[in-house]
């Protein structure tokens, strides 16, 4: 019962967060206060989250026996790298071979709102990466590994986070996902793909800092 009331709780707040997200963007999408509205909501939601995940433990298959945390560590950095490597190397395939834009529309309308209403980076380099790696490779890789073959899980919950950011460049969200699910399955430790997450997030928002 433990893992259905986790797995529950987490995946419901997760798509009312976005719902309300959705409304709010909807009804006050003239109001200069919007990028508050939509930043207070994703950190209650995320917030929220964390607390029903203590609220309904449930450790899976992965998390029962967690890597030393001097392992995790090192995993943690090999997962940014990793990540920030198949980025370049993945748009730089879509560029050339797909002929699709060379840049991600969707993180460069989030960058660029963030350049105006910086508070705003609070969602993407700490709410976004909180929720997604709770639902996506807790819940839909991790927690549904314990019930069939580990690969289904890792393929669906990456094809699952590919339409989350449906913005056309699926190799790059394709690679980040199979990235952030390995380092969680190494090291069995939800905070350490968080981790790499939040901190490709910040690297990419400082970057865009500098040109």
Known sequence: MANSKNALALVLTYFLTLNFA?????????????????????LLGAGLMLGLNHRYPYHNQFERRPAPWSVSLLYLGLGL??????????????????????????????????????????????????????VFRKVLFGTVSDFTNKL????????????????????????MGLILSGVYYKT????????????????????????
């Not at 009804?27 to 994703?42: E, G, H, M, Q, V």
């Not at 560029?95 to 834009?101: A, C, D, K, R």
């Not at 939800?190 to 690297?203: D, F, K, P, Q, R």
């Open 81 to 134: 790298l990793g990540l920030f490597i198949s980025q370049k190397l993945a748009l730089g395939f879509e560029s050339y071979v797909l002929h699709l834009p060379s840049a991600s529309a969707n993180t460069q309308s989030l960058l660029t709102i963030t350049k105006s209403y910086p508070y705003y980076a609070l969602t993407l380099v700490l709410a976004a990466p909180l929720m997604e790696e709770l």
């Open 22 to 42: 959705n409304l709010a963007s909807y009804w006050w999408a003239k109001s200069p206060y919007i990028y508050l509205f939509l930043t207070i909501i994703n």
């Open 188 to 211: 069995g430790r939800i905070s350490i793909s968080v981790g790499c997450h939040l901190g490709m997030n910040l690297l990419i928002l400082l970057l865009s800092q500098t040109i």
């Open 152 to 175: 289904y899980p890792l393929l669906g919950s990456t094809f699952l986070f590919v339409l989350a950011h449906n913005d056309g460049h699926f190799l790059v969200y394709a690679f």
